[in-house]
């Protein structure tokens, strides 16, 4: 077992901060929490943002949105701080700025509030109230202090969490779906399934994700229920929930067959339907494929690097309770309801060691030398020869039955390939 004494095991992280990086790196740039954060914005019609932060925060920021396209009402500011500011504050210049960018013209302003007004303690909450009755544009905030944390999925998901505050009650439309995490314009990724049988039953979907528009936030309180198909929308999922009583079910999470049954009798409950015979062959044929990776893959031992947007720790438990074991699992972010699912993990047995994974050079010899049976993920630019079950990130965009149908397929024909059966499987006894 290599030295790695300076990680943790999965029970004792209570927070991100807990999450060691793999090997001594760091990794600016687009994986600082403003980036996201900056890319929203820029990506929402209709909502302006202000970063507040020093001049290199400002120079990435005019980076980040070099080609978004600016439209009416939106503006794209910088507020840097000068010397004086960063000792004693900064909430008049940034009254100031509020007041200029309102008369400007923004109807809505994203504030983003960079590392060092977070480490001069500026109350950013305290400004916005007092600024918000004298300006038209409407207000919401988000601090982004990357210091905080050593990842980027907290500025998606605090900016989505930060729009709802912008919503307000509607009258209940029973026919009006919120698809969150779905973009309007996603027409390179296939319409999963059940969305389609949603349509087909006379349901309209609203999807709110990058794309759309602040008005369609703004009128998400009036629909029956939000279907979640992103983990960066499931915190604002949530606080939809507390403020307008609008359920959540959440797609992006569930894999075993049995799960997916319970989840799509809900939603058909709720709405009110009968799903018929609309999902029995996919049904089928994740049993089928589950079965299949219970008997070659029971004691495999893998590795999680790199999958994308997609949740490590559920997708640990899933392959948990088919007898997978992880040995180490990066995770981009330790998320709020982390706890829960490490819980699960835990309780089925299993205690892996988690870490940061930002330097493929670095890190591939290292993961190499635990000797593991398979690795989920991307090493990027990494000559490794352990096995390697790649672009995971497909599954972002799929949803129930069809995304675990993808799923367990890439891991099996992972197995069938030769250099597998050369180098990975047949050497630990799981081909």
């Known amino acids: ?107 809505a302003v994203l504030l983003l509030v960079t590392c060092v007004p977070e480490l001069i303690g500026e109350d950013i909450e305290s400004i916005v109230r007092e600024a918000q009755p004298k300006l038209s544009a409407r207000l919401i905030f988000v601090m982004m202090g990357h210091f905080k944390c050593n990842s980027f999925p907290s500025g998606s998901w605090k900016t989505m969490q930060a729009i709802v505050t912008l919503m307000e009650q509607r009258a209940l439309r029973p026919h009006v779906i919120n698809v969150m995490g779905r973009s309007p314009g996603e027409k390179h990724i296939p319409m999963p399934p059940v969305l389609n049988a ?77 799903w018929g015979n609309e999902f029995n062959r996919e049904h089928l044929e994740v049993l089928s494929l589950q079965e299949q990776v219970r008997k070659r893959l029971n004691g495999c031992r893998y590795i999680c690097a790199h999958i994308g947007p997609v949740r490590t720790i559920p997708l640990a ?68 020869r352990v096995p390697c079950v790649p672009y995971l990130s497909d599954l972002y965009g799929l949803s129930g039955y069809e995304r675990t149908n993808s799923l367990l397929k890439k891991i099996l024909h992972t197995l069938d390939q030769p250099s597998v059966l050369d180098e990975g499987g047949a050497r630990h006894g799981i081909a």
Request: proline share 6%; glycine share 8%; with cysteine.
């Open 198 to 274: 949603l349509q087909q039953q006379g349901f309209s979907l609203r999807c709110l994700a990058p794309g759309s528009s602040l008005e369609d936030f703004l009128e998400a309180p009036d629909a029956v229920l939000n279907l979640v198909l992103s983990p960066f929308m499931d915190l604002a999922a949530t606080a939809m929930e507390q403020s307008f009583g609008i359920p959540a079910f959440r797609l992006h999470n569930v894999y075993d067959a049995a799960e997916i049954d319970i989840l799509y009798a809900a939603i058909a409950k709720k709405l009110g339907i009968q």
């Open 1 to 107: 077992m290599p030295d790695v004494s300076h990680l943790k095991r999965l029970s004792a992280v209570k927070s991100n901060g807990g999450v060691k990086f793999l090997t001594p790196s760091a990794f600016p740039g687009s994986h600082c929490p403003l980036h996201p954060a900056l890319a929203l914005a820029g990506n929402i019609k209709g909502l302006s943002s202000l970063v507040v932060g020093m001049p290199e925060c400002a120079t990435y920021s005019r980076i980040v949105l070099q080609n978004t396209q600016v439209r009416q009402g939106e503006l794209h500011w910088m507020y840097v701080l000068d010397g004086n500011e960063v000792v004693f504050g900064c909430r008049k210049g940034l009254m100031d700025a509020l007041q200029k960018i309102d008369q400007a013209g923004a109807k």
């Open 317 to 384: 438990a899933y392959l948990a309770t088919m007898g997978m074991e992880p040995m180490l699992l990066h995770l981009e972010e330790f998320w709020p309801d982390d706890k829960n699912w490490a819980e699960t993990l835990n309780a089925l047995g299993y205690d892996p060691l988690v870490c940061h994974m930002v330097n493929s050079g670095s890190d591939a010899p290292l993961l190499e030398s635990f000797s593991p049976d398979l690795c989920l993920g991307d090493l990027t630019g990494a000559k490794v």
